[in-house]
């Protein structure tokens, strides 16, 4: 790691996060790239996936939660008539069955039993973690942990082509959804088996328009265009676009930063609220309390 002086540099970037590399990975090239004090990324993708990695720099770690808890969209094609030890390319192929000639006619009856709220069981390949330990470590160590079930929501599940042996379909979910278990699952009930051949996330609310940038325009821009680099990031509040704004006056924004709730007119009724000054400068996150004041959950420093 690089011995320069960290940076105070704030910020969310939207990497397209290139297959062949894990999350983590991508993460220390950020890093290493803007040098910031602090960083992390909010929510995994295989080395097999592409797509939107948010990484979030300096002060936005602190909102990183609310990205991990966000909608998600995705591309996936799956390879049916195979099973595999991970339920993707990585793994070993365990079983390969025909396909019926009929199988076409069978796809849009079993996608309709995957819209919707759902259960499913995480795979012993997930980063789901156990005892402090992710599944994926036992499962390489041939250890079986039993993982109880859980409620996720397919809030789209769009049939894009099939040709054969392969099914691409887009997927709109909310968070905790495995892909790789969904294709999984929609093999077993085609009564073939399948496999994630391909995975790409096409965006992370509230992020659905946004354009993503790649380790190979940031390394560019490092070595050429140090102020460019950052403007590829953006606002820490931008995590939080779709949330309810309250504009504190300046005795407000003094008031919230020492710690105390407020009264501040207009205010929703409950829930979390996005907190700026009379600047327009962020300041955190804020929740309706019972008696209607408005409570510092999150705040930036400044």
């Keep these: 790691m690089s011995s320069r002086p960290k940076q105070n ?4 970037l939207l990497l397209n996060k290139p297959v062949g590399i894990s999350s983590n990975k991508a993460l220390t090239e950020v890093k290493k790239i803007f040098n910031p004090k602090k960083a992390g990324h909010t929510g995994s993708l295989d080395p097999l996936a592409s797509g939107m990695l948010p990484i979030c720099l300096g002060e936005a770690t602190k ?9 998600k969209e995705y591309y996936v094609e799956g390879k049916l008539g195979v099973r ?3 339920g993707d390319a990585e793994g070993s192929i365990v079983e390969t069955r025909d396909l019926p000639t009929d199988l076409a006619s069978k796809i849009d009856v079993v996608l309709d039993k995957f819209r919707g709220e759902i259960q499913q069981i995480p795979s012993m390949y997930s980063a789901l973690k156990f005892k402090g330990r992710p599944l994926y470590e036992y499962a ?3 250890i079986e942990i039993e993982r109880a079930s859980r409620s996720v929501n397919i809030k789209e599940l769009t049939l894009i082509s ?12 909310s968070k905790g959804t ?3 278990t969904l ?3 929609i093999g077993e009930q085609l009564g073939v088996g399948a496999y994630v051949s391909m995975l790409c996330r096409t965006y992370v609310a509230p992020y659905e328009d946004q354009t993503m940038v790649t380790l190979e325009k940031l390394i560019e821009l490092a070595d050429a265009d140090r102020p460019l680099l950052k403007e ?7 995590a939080l676009s779709g949330w309810p704004l309250l504009t504190l006056t300046e005795s407000l924004t003094y008031y919230i930063k020492q710690g105390q709730p407020i009264i501040v007119p207009k205010a929703p009724t409950e829930g979390l609220v996005r907190l700026v000054s009379n600047q327009q400068a962020f300041l955190g996150v804020g929740e309706i309390l019972t008696d209607g004041r408005v409570a510092p959950r999150r705040l930036i420093a400044t």
């Excluded at 909102?63 to 909608?71: G, I, T």
């Excluded at 099939?162 to 979910?173: E, I, N, Q």
């Design 140 to 142: 390489r160590e041939g």
């Design 232 to 238: 590829q990031l953006l606002p820490i509040d931008s």
């Design 63 to 71: 909102f990183s939660q609310y990205l991990l808890e966000a909608d």
């Design 183 to 185: 294709i999984e699952d």
């Design 84 to 86: 595999t030890t991970t």
């Design 9 to 12: 540099i704030d910020g969310i």
């Design 162 to 173: 099939y040709a054969h042996d392969r099914l691409v379909l887009l997927v709109k979910c």
């Design 178 to 180: 495995y892909i790789r």
